[in-house]
């Protein structure tokens, strides 16, 4: 799976652009390709992707499915309009609007039960890293976001340390399959050898054309979660091929 988080980017007309560019480049069947606009170019993106294989995802929700939430979108409304997957507990949800692990829980739990897919974001800080935290942060993150929950077929996991998010300075291959290999191991434990082996787990941070390569290569990365170069028509599709 290759999937762009386009975050707070791109009007209405931005998102058509790149949807007509991008749908005249052959795109590959043997990938999921996913876009997730914001919120107000869901709808038009929605229409723009029928009968492409580019598939519509949101970047946030709240977990009710209605009520006095004042600024807030409900899953049945990303329902409603086209959305197969919505990205949660993203680093920036994280830090910039203090959810934590019991929030993203209640969100995942909602998503689920409306049948959509959620990616779930996963990732140490720098500070973190240096004081050797990595892996306890990234396994509580895990553990606590997934609580309570039975099934994980329909989630995606996304490992995203917050110090490759934006900076340019990726995970280096070896340093990022070092923690999805513990994730896997981790759901191995906590689920079954088959909820492992099925899950999808993505690496997310400072991605690009020059990189994606190497870090595909690795055997527990099954696609990239990008930011900044999904942006760009060309960029993403160099990605996604
Ligand atoms: P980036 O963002 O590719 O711009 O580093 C990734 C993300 O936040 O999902």
Redesign the pocket.
């Known amino acids: 799976m290759i999937a762009g ?1 386009w ?1 707070m980017n791109k009007t209405v007309k931005e998102t058509k652009d790149f949807i007509t560019k991008l749908k005249k480049h052959a795109l590959p069947k043997n990938k999921d390709i996913l876009i997730c606009p914001p919120f107000t170019a869901l709808s038009k993106a929605s229409g723009l992707i029928k009968g492409s294989n580019i598939q519509l995802g949101a970047q946030n929700m709240h977990y009710e499915v209605a009520g006095a939430f004042t600024g807030e979108i409900s899953p049945l409304m990303l329902k409603e309009l086209g959305c197969k997957y919505v990205i949660l507990g ?3 949800r994280r830090h910039i609007f203090n959810e934590d692990d019991s929030l993203i829980n209640r969100k995942i739990k909602a998503a689920l039960n409306l049948k959509l897919k959620p990616i779930l974001c996963i990732g140490e800080t720098l500070d973190q890293r240096k004081k050797n935290k990595t892996e306890g942060i990234v396994k509580s993150q895990l553990l606590n976001s997934l609580k309570d929950i039975k099934d994980i077929s329909n989630i995606i996991l996304a490992y ?1 340390p917050v110090w ?4 340019g300075i990726n995970a280096a291959p070896e340093q990022a399959e070092e923690i999805h290999k513990m994730i896997r191991t981790l759901i191995k434990k906590t689920y079954s050898p088959k909820a492992a082996n099925d899950i999808r787990i993505l690496y ?4 690009k054309p020059e990189n994606i390569k190497e870090l595909m290569k690795e055997q527990d990365i099954d696609g990239a ?5 999904s942006l760009d028509t060309d960029k993403f599709f160099k990605l996604i091929n």
């Open positions: 988080n975050k993203h680093s920036e995203e490759a998010i934006g900076t997310g941070g400072s991605v979660l990008v930011g900044g170069a």
